[in-house]
């Protein structure tokens, strides 16, 4: 288990695309191979970013920013905690492989 620390530097990266977890047995069931499905979702410019299938889960983000970024990919609504969405605070839950992030992880102790 990972532990989060640090502190967002709003770089406005992780609001640049709009991630969705799928149900990768469903998704393989339709497209047969996975390489199929990374060809069909490419024409719909929806990028597949992962898969974790001890879990069934298929990661993809589409490339929809938040309407919420001002010119300089700041959050306007990120000092108000009650206009900014759950997720928005919670995020990242892992890590997410953006340089830019004022976040880190490492492993947690367990006492």
Same mark, same amino acid.
């Given at each position: 288990? +990972? @532990? %989060?620390?640090?502190?967002c530097h709003q770089c406005g990266e992780c609001c640049q695309g709009l991630r969705l977890? =799928?149900? $990768?047995?469903? =998704? $393989?069931s339709q497209h047969r191979t996975m390489d199929e499905l990374k060809l069909y979702y490419n024409y %719909?410019?929806?990028k597949v970013i992962g898969?974790? !299938? @001890?879990? #069934?889960? +298929?990661?993809l983000e589409l490339s929809i920013p938040c309407n919420q970024l001002d010119p300089s990919n700041r959050c +306007?609504?990120?000092d108000s905690p009650d206009l900014k969405p759950f997720l928005c605070h919670a995020y990242p839950t892992e890590p #997410?492989?953006? !340089? @830019?992030?004022g976040y880190q992880f490492s492993p947690k102790t367990i006492l």
């Open positions: 288990m +990972l @532990e %989060r620390s640090g502190e977890t =799928a149900v $990768l047995s469903q =998704a $393989l %719909r410019n929806i898969t974790l !299938p @001890e879990k #069934d889960y +298929l990661f +306007l609504v990120h #997410d492989n953006i !340089p @830019e992030c």
